[in-house]
């Protein structure tokens, strides 16, 4: 989508919601009023009335990504800054509309799981925030794969329900939920103790002979990590 096709689709939207919790439903026409724009202008942007008022949730993604690309220090953010950042910054969209939120959240969203177009972009906007940090570790980056970001996205999904039933003064629960969870998936990710691991297991079997003592099986690992080394050199740039 073009930006300019996102923001006539987050006015639509919001247009819609605004329709949606004085009348009870979107008249096409009201709509009509509302935007300016034709029935054709909505329906090429939107295959159904009911998506309009779904696209609301996804919009907090594409709001996110503007207002971070006028941000010029954000890709110098720790992973937890920068996942923080993002629950904290929806969390403040969704509380403008806190009513309708409530109202729709559960069926429109979190029922759907990884079906819904919200849960897509959050798992998107997660990825870039891993592929993007020079931090991670390398065997952390190993298991980075689309399914772990599903899987966090959907977590993302159950914090943003506890915070709407979340009647502690403050939100304070769902404030320290928050950096205890960015916190902990930072530390994981930034470890290197099974980098470490894997040097160590490295230099037993190759250099202290550990390979040399189990049969058959020594062999293999010792020839793996012996290519692994020849290949390593062969890619470092001579002087």
């Known amino acids: 989508m073009t930006p300019e096709s996102i923001k006539n689709k987050i006015e639509i939207s919001y247009a819609a919601i605004d329709l949606y919790m004085s009348t009870g439903q979107v008249s096409m026409k009201k709509l009509i009023k509302e935007t300016g724009l034709?029935?054709?202008?909505?329906?090429?942007?939107?295959?159904?009335?009911?998506?309009?008022?779904s696209f609301y949730y996804p919009s907090i993604v594409y709001q996110y990504r503007m207002m971070i690309s006028e941000i010029d220090d954000f890709d110098s953010y720790t992973l937890s800054e920068k996942l923080s950042n993002f629950i904290y910054t929806s969390?403040?969209?969704?509380?403008?509309?806190?009513?309708?939120?409530?109202?729709?959240?559960y069926?429109?969203?979190l029922k759907k799981g990884t079906h819904s177009e919200f849960h897509h972009e959050v798992s998107?906007?997660?990825?870039?925030?891993?592929?993007?940090?020079?931090?991670?570790?390398?065997?952390?980056?190993?298991m980075m794969g689309d399914r772990v970001f599903s899987f966090l996205?959907?977590?993302?999904?159950?914090?943003?329900?506890?915070?709407?039933?979340?009647?502690?003064?403050?939100?304070?629960?769902?404030?320290?939920?928050?950096?205890k969870l960015t916190a902990f998936l930072e530390e994981l990710s930034y470890s290197k103790i099974i980098d470490k691991g894997f040097d160590l297991t490295?230099?037993?079997?190759?250099?202290?002979?550990?390979?040399?003592?189990?049969?058959?099986?020594?062999?293999c690992i010792t020839d793996y990590f012996t290519n692994k080394d020849e290949s390593s050199n062969q890619n470092e740039p001579t002087s």
């Open 202 to 219: 490295k230099y037993l079997v190759v250099h202290a002979g550990l390979g040399n003592r189990i049969p058959i099986v020594g062999d």
């Open 38 to 53: 034709t029935a054709s202008d909505i329906y090429t942007l939107f295959p159904e009335k009911k998506s309009i008022l």
């Open 153 to 179: 996205a959907k977590e993302y999904l159950y914090v943003v329900n506890f915070w709407l039933n979340d009647d502690s003064e403050g939100k304070e629960k769902t404030f320290a939920l928050v950096d």
């Open 124 to 142: 998107l906007l997660i990825k870039e925030f891993y592929l993007s940090d020079p931090h991670i570790s390398v065997s952390s980056g190993f």
């Open 91 to 105: 969390f403040d969209v969704l509380d403008e509309q806190r009513e309708f939120v409530q109202k729709s959240f």
């Open 107 to 109: 069926k429109t969203i």
